[in-house]
């Protein structure tokens, strides 16, 4: 299955990055842990590194431009011939004459335009996709305008939560004291629409969601927790990429993070938690109320770090791993993936994948 490559959140206080440098090209084969994209933002320098081996599909951005967290960079797919879903069309094949010059991405419609008119191709923009009213434009031609508004405008802060639970109710809170997000409504498989969850209306289960992207909103919290059933939260996640939407890292203004932490989409870190220099975090991880990710430590994806939990400096936690309340982790100790260590632990040692630790026990027993 291709990974999908999204831009990190470097700084909770600038949601957007310059990518400075562009060590990737389309169709380029990369090996894990290889660098795809140098980000930039006014405080921070990060290198963004690919989670897998495979070959750079569906890369959106040039070098110098400017990105938000959370935005699609390319995938890597197990095969060059990969196509990513709703890909922007490329130019048809079987149409034949003078040569696409490098980085020119036009539509097949816009090149048969530009070819039965005697435009040349070099005359174009590169890095934009080319449509045919962009080479009427360029013809010199006159172009209808539809100057009628679209029903359904986009709302870049529209974001909706999914999971009107207990870490629903929490989130919710978060968000709104973000201050940055228009919280449009709960999506909640379980509860009926038209209920509210601390006055935010209950808009139906997940098969609402078309309808709200129709409406132009692309942002979604995942507010389902998963601490009894991991595969819940994961779902959530799928579904909600599956269907267009976002996952902004979300970060609550009186938690703090070292301008070095790189969090990466889906990321949710509560009040008075702390992030410290160097350390990463992976998508759709949880730094809860009061916990404490110290330097250089490394979490996987879908990570849950309980309220009052502490992580000593270049810990590694796998992906799916369960760290619970006021549990300690020592420095350097690596926990599996979907290990559980239990509230109050003392863990000294490293935790193999899969294992679990006794809550108020000390590892190794």
């Known amino acids: 299955m291709p990974v999908t490559i999204t831009i990190p959140l470097l700084n909770p206080n600038e949601p957007e990055a310059i990518l400075a440098a562009l060590h990737v090209s389309e169709g380029q084969y990369v090996s894990e842990g290889e660098i795809l994209c140098t980000l930039e933002t006014t405080k921070s320098t990060a290198d963004l590194e690919a989670q897998a081996a495979g070959y750079v599909i569906g890369l959106r951005f040039s070098q110098g431009q400017t990105a938000r967290a959370g935005e699609l960079l390319c995938y890597l797919a197990e095969s060059a011939t990969w196509a990513p879903p709703a890909m922007e069309a490329s130019p048809d094949p079987n149409l034949s004459g003078d040569q696409i010059p490098s980085g020119l991405r036009i539509s097949a419609p816009a090149l048969a335009l530009a070819r039965q008119?005697?435009?040349?191709?070099?005359?174009?923009?590169?890095?934009?996709?080319?449509?045919?009213?962009?080479?009427?434009?360029?013809?010199?031609?006159?172009?209808?305008?539809?100057?009628?508004?679209?029903?359904?405008?986009?709302?870049?802060?529209?974001?909706?939560?999914?999971?009107?639970?207990?870490?629903?109710?929490?989130?919710?809170?978060?968000?709104?004291?973000?201050?940055?997000?228009?919280?449009?409504?709960?999506?909640?498989?379980?509860?009926?629409?038209?209920?509210?969850?601390?006055?935010?209306?209950?808009?139906?289960?997940?098969?609402?969601?078309?309808?709200?992207?129709?409406?132009?909103?692309?942002?979604?919290?995942?507010?389902?927790?998963?601490?009894?059933?991991?595969?819940?939260?994961?779902?959530?996640?799928?579904?909600?990429?599956?269907?267009?939407?976002?996952?902004?890292?979300?970060?609550?203004?009186?938690?703090?993070l070292e301008p070095s932490a790189l969090l990466s989409p889906g990321v949710q870190v509560f009040p008075h938690a702390y992030v410290g220099s160097e350390a990463r975090l992976g998508f759709g991880t949880i730094v809860n109320t009061g916990a404490i990710v110290s330097h250089d430590c490394q979490l996987g994806n879908y990570v849950n770090i309980s309220p009052g939990s502490i992580l000593a400096g270049g810990v590694q936690v796998g992906d799916g791993s369960l760290v619970g309340m006021g549990a300690t982790v020592n420095l350097l100790v690596k926990i599996g993936a979907g290990a559980r260590i239990g509230n109050g632990a003392t863990v000294k040692s490293d935790v193999p994948q899969g294992g679990v630790v006794r809550a108020g026990s000390i590892w190794p027993e």
Request: hydrophobic letters at 50%.
């Open 117 to 256: 008119m005697g435009l040349a191709l070099d005359r174009l923009p590169l890095g934009p996709l080319i449509t045919e009213s962009l080479v009427r434009a360029h013809l010199g031609q006159a172009v209808q305008l539809d100057l009628s508004a679209p029903q359904a405008a986009f709302d870049p802060t529209a974001v909706i939560v999914y999971g009107g639970g207990g870490h629903g109710k929490a989130l919710i809170e978060l968000l709104r004291a973000v201050g940055s997000y228009h919280l449009v409504g709960l999506v909640d498989d379980g509860i009926p629409a038209g209920q509210t969850i601390l006055g935010l209306p209950v808009l139906g289960g997940g098969d609402a969601l078309p309808e709200l992207f129709e409406r132009g909103v692309r942002l979604a919290a995942n507010a389902v927790g998963g601490i009894g059933d991991l595969a819940v939260r994961v779902k959530v996640f799928q579904r909600l990429v599956q269907a267009g939407f976002t996952c902004p890292a979300a970060v609550h203004p009186v938690a703090y």
